[in-house]
């Protein structure tokens, strides 16, 4: 098939069965790669009510079309699995250079499933499959490990590793590749580590079939031409993601203090500028990228480097735990990487943690001792470790924090910071009613790359509550999380402002079937659906309340930066609700009617 590697991998953990079978045709047309390949495997594959850390459960990695080929950033790709973190659907995009070699090696799919009885590592070298003994790298930090394979098999393999905190199954674990990329969020890097299964090590060297050589050569040279002549080129490749961390400071997103306000007073030393200027050495890409945005710093202070840190990370170990030295949060970025947790969850965990110090709720008596203050990296660093290691206080920390909120109980629910679970990822959403549904009805949690509105909400009115504002989250929703099925970054359509058009010919040559934007926003409907679906049959009595956000941004005001703009009635955030449901064609708990269903070829699921 055009576009494909050509085959789907099963690697049975648990009697090391391993088996390869053609990449369904069927398969590529309905859910076209990545993400969409994701979806429908974990749907179909994963038996109901599946213990997210037993052997039936299953982790899919998933390159698309395009990844692998000459187009602008086409080194995605998707690992799904169902999450520990929520027990609902996960998928967590990597960049880096793995998926061009798992593509070159002819592998559109792994399925990993089983658990292994010992650690293992998966080795491909081509049609060379193997599980190879992995008790050497077991107990050591992603970054020793990747470094040791790549000085034993060489540079041309491509790694992907979990750390202690995959191995000691924290819920929110990830996957490391590259050194500094990874796929992070809703624990994929959990269910590696339950499967015993320390890395995935790739290389190979098959041509990619295209259907048209010459189109393909020049819908990629037009799509590298856009992005070469883009006026935001020069300042993204400056600054990369941390371009919008003085924009959020300035209008009330930035999370500060445990998302108790979207602005930092000593926020400034934490912006682009100021961290370029201060620790960046140089710049970093992923596979095919004309405008890196990977950043790699030196922290002089602790004589260690690290890719990042990047806006999220930024915003969720720096301000969101008070931290002002960006030393300091390049030091926690480097040990949340390294340990193989993500950074985003460490830090709405932790603030949640320090909140509840400050608040009388957690004594020292739980902590272990430790004192817990925003501001204070020294205990924050402590607090990392122990959540990898799952030692003491940490092991409350590391399921995450809806399930230590609840444990602790005290109303320490109201300020865990979460939906269904994930915890809210960088953007403070007091004030910015878009962006708030966005994380409500995220497929995954509250995380934000599915549907960025918070630009739309400055510019529609923040406080809005109207179906136009709806209609733009479900757009992005469809469409964004297209890049994650096609195997490319959205980047350079969010940042360069790349004509989305220009991709359809580049796929058309490549695969040889036409898709117009309208077409991939059908799939991207088909698949948001599919994963609801997922959440619905995984969850009985799953309704309305698992898409309500966190108390704190309708029933309290920021404490500090902008107020205005703020929804601060309960019935207003039920009225998002409501007119979500409705466009999506869900009923009043947020389900799927048949019709709805019908009409995305999903027949088989109506309830
Ligand atoms: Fe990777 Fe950043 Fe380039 Fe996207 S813009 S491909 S994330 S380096």
Redesign the pocket.
């Known amino acids: 098939m055009n576009g494909y590697g050509g085959s789907i991998l099963r690697v049975n953990l648990s009697n090391g069965q391993l088996t390869r079978f053609p990449t369904p045709p069927e398969l590529a047309i309905n859910f076209i790669g990545g993400r969409g390949f994701g979806a429908y495997l974990l749907f179909k594959e994963v038996t109901k009510f599946a213990d997210p850390l037993g052997p039936e459960n299953k982790l899919i990695l998933s390159p698309g079309p395009l990844s692998g080929l000459m187009i602008p950033?086409a080194?995605?790709m998707d690992f799904t699995t169902k999450s520990p973190l929520t027990g609902g659907y996960a998928s967590s995009s990597l960049?880096g250079m793995l998926t061009a070699e798992l593509k070159y090696a002819g592998i559109d799919s792994i399925i990993l499933e089983g658990i292994s009885p010992n650690p293992v590592y998966l080795f491909i070298d081509n049609d060379l499959v193997e599980l190879r003994d992995a008790s050497e790298y077991w107990g050591k930090g992603t970054i020793t490990v990747e470094s040791s394979i790549k000085d034993k098999f060489g540079e041309e393999f491509q790694v992907a590793v979990i750390g202690p905190g995959g191995e000691n199954l924290v819920s929110f674990a990830s996957i490391n590749h590259d050194y500094g990329r990874q796929a992070g969020r809703g624990g994929v890097g959990t269910v590696m580590g339950s499967k015993k299964l320390k890395a995935i090590v790739v290389h190979g060297s098959k041509a990619i079939p295209v259907a048209d050589s010459e189109g393909y050569r020049k819908a990629g040279k037009e799509l590298f031409k856009a992005c070469k002549d883009a006026d935001g080129l020069v300042p993204w490749q400056r600054y990369?993601t941390t371009i919008v961390t003085s924009w959020c400071d300035e209008v009330g997103a930035l999370p500060t203090r445990n998302f108790s306000s979207g602005h930092f007073d000593e926020g400034k030393s934490l912006y682009g500028p100021v961290m370029r200027e201060k620790i960046v050495i140089t710049d970093k890409?992923?596979f095919g990228?004309p405008?890196?945005?990977?950043k790699y710093s030196r922290m002089k202070k602790y004589k260690t480097n690290v890719e990042g840190p990047e806006y999220e990370t930024i915003g969720m170990l720096g301000s969101n735990l008070g931290i002002s030295d960006i030393e300091d949060v390049a030091e926690a970025n480097r040990l949340c990487d390294d340990l193989g947790i993500d950074t985003i969850s460490t830090g709405g965990v932790i603030g949640w943690a320090i909140e509840c110090f400050q608040k009388g709720i957690l004594t020292s008596t739980d902590t272990d001792g430790l004192g817990l203050r925003f501001g204070d990296s020294d205990s924050i660093f402590k607090l990392i470790h122990k959540i990898a290691f799952q030692e003491g206080f940490g092991k409350l920390l590391a399921g995450g924090v809806k399930k230590a909120a609840e444990a602790v109980g005290k109303g320490s629910e109201k300020f865990a910071i979460h939906v269904k679970g994930m915890e809210q990822s960088a953007y403070a959403t007091h004030n910015a009613t878009a962006m708030l549904l966005a994380y409500m009805t995220c497929d995954v949690g509250a995380h934000h790359n599915r549907s960025w509105a918070i630009t739309y909400d400055l510019q529609v009115g923040r406080e809005l509550v109207v179906p136009e504002k709806v209609a733009r989250i479900i757009w992005l929703q469809n469409f964004r999380p297209m890049f994650d099925v096609l195997g490319s970054?959205r980047?350079?359509w969010v940042e360069l402002s790349i004509d989305r058009d220009l991709y359809v010919p580049a796929l058309e040559a490549i695969t040889g079937i036409h898709r117009s934007w309208e077409d991939l926003e059908k799939t991207g409907d088909r698949i948001w659906n599919l994963t609801r679906m997922f959440w619905i049959r995984e969850n009985p009595g799953f309704n309305r309340d698992w898409d309500l956000p966190s108390p704190r941004f309708y029933s309290e005001p920021p404490l500090d930066g902008p107020t205005e703009g703020q929804i601060t009635k309960f019935e207003d955030v039920q009225k998002l609700l409501d007119m979500y449901y409705e466009q999506r064609g869900w009923d009043k708990n947020g389900i799927p009617t048949s019709s709805t269903l019908i009409k995305l070829d999903l027949a088989e699921l109506a309830i």
């Open positions: 950033g080194g995605k960049g990369g890409g992923c990228c405008s890196p945005c990977g970054c980047l350079q």
